[in-house]
């Protein structure tokens, strides 16, 4: 791999880490509610999720989408349903509890939210086709995908830690509750330009 595809890889990685989708969204939420360390459980269940999908799409699941494009938009929805009904739970957790505590996501629900996630589809997709240098044998393309998210893993830190700060002005019980409430909607927001300007 040469040092300008490296780059470009690192700079793609990071950009679409950073930009506000489902992951970001709950990792701002998660932040708040829980710290950063209690956070990290999630970002590492990200980075195996996206793993395990550049494992999948390696191994012939991109062609299946080329090929029968009914298979992504219907994984679109089915994700988009799933995202509406986590965005329920988070308003429905805070709304029943003195609290206002969020429910905690770990690192196999985080894992394995990847796989109904459209945004991280699209960016795994688009990473693999435009940067993974698959003739240039095994460990090359392996060391793509390993760059890949070692570079995605700060962006999405900092959703985290962004959440941490905000977490002193959320004791508050009733701010806790409308900053979930303010979080869920921008959850299923996140998900419109996927749906409906792709």
């Known amino acids: 791999m040469t040092f300008q595809l490296a780059l470009a ?7 679409t880490s950073v930009t506000p989708g ?3 969204t ?16 999630y970002i590492n269940g990200i980075m195996a999720g996206l793993g395990l999908m550049m494992i999948a799409i390696g191994a012939g699941l991109g062609l299946v989408f080329a090929t029968l494009p009914m298979v992504y938009a219907t994984l ?10 986590l965005a329920i739970a988070i308003v429905r957790s805070t709304s029943k509890s003195d609290s206002g505590e969020a429910a905690y996501t770990g690192f196999v629900k985080s894992t394995i939210f990847q ?11 688009s990473f693999m086709a435009t940067y993974v240098p698959v003739n240039q044998g ?4 392996a060391a793509a995908c390993l760059l890949f998210l070692v570079t995605t893993y700060p962006g ?12 002193n002005w959320l004791s508050n019980p009733n701010q806790r509750r409308i900053f979930n409430i303010v979080a869920a909607a921008l959850l ?3 998900m419109l330009p996927v749906l409906f300007f792709e």
């Open 188 to 190: 299923v927001a996140s």
């Open 76 to 85: 679109k929805w089915i994700g988009f349903a799933y995202i509406v009904w």
């Open 115 to 125: 796989f109904v996630n459209p945004k991280a589809w699209i960016v795994v997709a």
């Open 22 to 24: 489902p992951n970001n």
């Open 156 to 167: 999405a830190f900092l959703w985290a830690v962004f959440g941490q700060l905000l977490k």
């Open 138 to 141: 095994f460990w090359v393309s």
């Open 9 to 15: 890889l690192s700079i793609f990685s990071f950009v």
């Open 26 to 41: 709950f990792l701002l939420t998660s932040g708040a509610n829980f710290g950063i360390r209690r956070s990290l459980p």
